[in-house]
C-alpha cells in the first residue's frame, strides 16, 4: 500500500473508525488561544478541523491555526472556502499549506457573507467547490497549477469535500456527492445529523451509486447544550434538520440537566451511525464547548485513539 500523505489518510485506509472534531473559533492573535482550544482534544481525536471564517464571521485564519496545531503535535484538517478568494489565492493558499506541513485539507463553498458580521463584503466564487477540488488534485497528481504551469514540487494532500443530505432537492444529495468524487475528493464531512433516519436513506442511495468504496464518509455529530439552542438549530439555521422529538426531549428536561441530555443524545446518534454501512467516522461539533465534544467520545467508547505505524502523526 502506498504512504499516506497523513495520518488520518492512513487511519481510514486501515479501516479504523476515525474520530474527529472543530477547533473553536479563535479571536486572538495570541497562538496560546489555539493551544488552550485544542489542548483537550488532543488525545480524544485523530484530527482537528480549522475552520475558516465560519458562518461568514471573521477568525483567525485556518492556514495560520492549521500550523499552529501542527506546532502542538495535533493532525489539521485546514479548511478552505471560495467564498473570499479568487483561483489565484486559492492555490497559493494550497501550496503554502502544503509548504507548512498541512496534508489533509477540506474544500468548500463557504456560507454566504449575508450571514455574517461583515454583510457588506463582497463574495468572490470565482471558482466553485467542485472546482477547487479539481484544483487541489491538479496540483497533487500533475504537479501543475489551473493554469497549466509546472510546479517544482507538487504537494501531498489529502482531499476533502462537505455534503449536507438533509438540503433540497434531497435526490439530487448523493449525485452532487458523486461529482464531487470524480472530481478527487477522498473523504467526506456532512452536515450535522440529527435525523438519522434521513440520513440512512442518504446512504443507502450512496450505496446504490457505489461510492462507499471510493470515499470515505465522516457524518457530523453536533451536540446541543440546551434546549434552546437545539430549537435555534431547527428554526434558525440553513440546512440543518433537527426533529421536533429532539427538541422536545431537550425541552422536557430541567435547564440545569439540559447539557447532560445533549451528550447522552448524541452518544445515541454516534451509536446508530456507526451501524450504517459506508460510515467512516463521525466528526463531533459543540460550538465553544470542547467538554461537550470529549464527553460523547467517552461516552459513546471511542477511546483510545488508535495510533498507526509509520503514518505521520
Known sequence: MDRAPSRLAGLLRRGQFVVTAELSAVDSADPGA??????PLRDHVDAVNCTDN??????????????????RGVEPIMQLATRDRNRLALQADLMGAAALGVRNVLLMSGDDVSAGDHPQARSIYDID???????????????????????????????????????????????????????????IQTQLVFDVPRFREFMARVRDLGLIQQVFI??????????????????????????EAIVRRLEGVPTGHQSAE????????????????????????????????????????????????????
Open 34 to 39: 489555539v493551544f488552550r482550544k485544542v489542548d
Open 54 to 71: 465560519t458562518g461568514a464571521h471573521v477568525h483567525l485564519s485556518s492556514l495560520a491555526a492549521a500550523r499552529l496545531l501542527i506546532d
Open 129 to 187: 467547490s467542485l472546482q477547487l477540488i479539481e484544483v487541489a488534485r491538479g496540483l497533487r497528481d500533475r504537479g501543475e497549477y489551473l493554469s497549466g504551469r509546472k510546479l517544482e514540487a507538487a504537494p501531498s494532500f489529502f482531499i476533502g469535500a462537505v455534503e449536507n443530505p438533509f438540503a433540497p432537492p434531497l435526490d439530487f444529495r448523493p449525485l452532487r456527492l458523486g461529482k464531487k468524487v470524480a472530481a478527487g475528493a477522498e473523504f
Open 218 to 243: 465522516l457524518p457530523s455529530v453536533g451536540v446541543a447544550r440546551s434546549a434552546r439552542a437545539a430549537r435555534f438549530m431547527k428554526d434558525k439555521v440553513p440546512g440543518v434538520s433537527v426533529p
Open 262 to 313: 445533549g451528550i447522552k443524545i448524541a452518544t445515541e446518534i454516534v451509536a446508530e451511525l456507526r451501524q450504517i454501512p459506508g460510515v467512516a467516522g463521525v466528526h463531533v461539533i459543540a460550538i465553544k464547548w470542547e467538554e461537550g465534544v470529549m464527553r460523547v467520545i467517552e461516552e459513546a467508547r471511542l477511546l483510545p485513539r488508535p495510533s498507526v505505524v509509520g503514518i505521520p502523526a
